[in-house]
């Protein structure tokens, strides 16, 4: 299972920007699903997860996004996804992305994909 994650950039404080999370190979069943940041001299920090849910899914977010970030997926297409509004330049970091992978009953193995560069200017 490989994860690729996009939608990453530079944008002014105030703007958005959209994240993608695309899972690919024998792909069996996506459980839980994950953006992760991590800023220069700061350790990685989750920022969203979201459940794999027949509604959608439940959703959690770090204290810092609540109510500008919000975390979304598509089963059909094995894709997470991070819209992110009103960026402030303290968003600024490599975001990735990891999902669990269930295969039968054994206990599901976390996938991380690369990170992308989102950087907020002021």
């Known amino acids: 299972v490989q994860l690729q994650a996009s939608g990453g950039g530079l944008v002014q404080a105030g703007g958005s920007l959209r994240l993608s999370c695309v899972a690919s190979?024998?792909?069996?069943?996506?459980?839980?699903m994950g953006w992760y940041r991590q800023a220069p001299g700061k350790q990685r920090e989750l920022v969203a997860a979201?459940?794999?849910?027949?509604?959608?899914?439940?959703?959690n977010y770090a204290d810092s996004v609540k109510g500008r970030f919000t975390i979304s997926r598509d089963n059909a297409k094995n894709t997470g996804y991070l819209q992110m509004n009103s960026l402030k330049p303290e968003d600024t970091a490599v975001y990735y992305c990891?999902?669990?992978?269930?295969?039968?009953?054994?206990?599901?193995?976390?996938?991380w994909g690369q990170g992308t560069q989102v950087t907020v200017s002021s």
């Open positions: 990891n999902a669990d992978h269930a295969v039968g009953t054994g206990r599901p193995v976390t996938y």
């Open positions: 979201i459940t794999r849910g027949t509604r959608g899914g439940i959703t």
């Open positions: 190979g024998s792909i069996v069943r996506l459980n839980a």
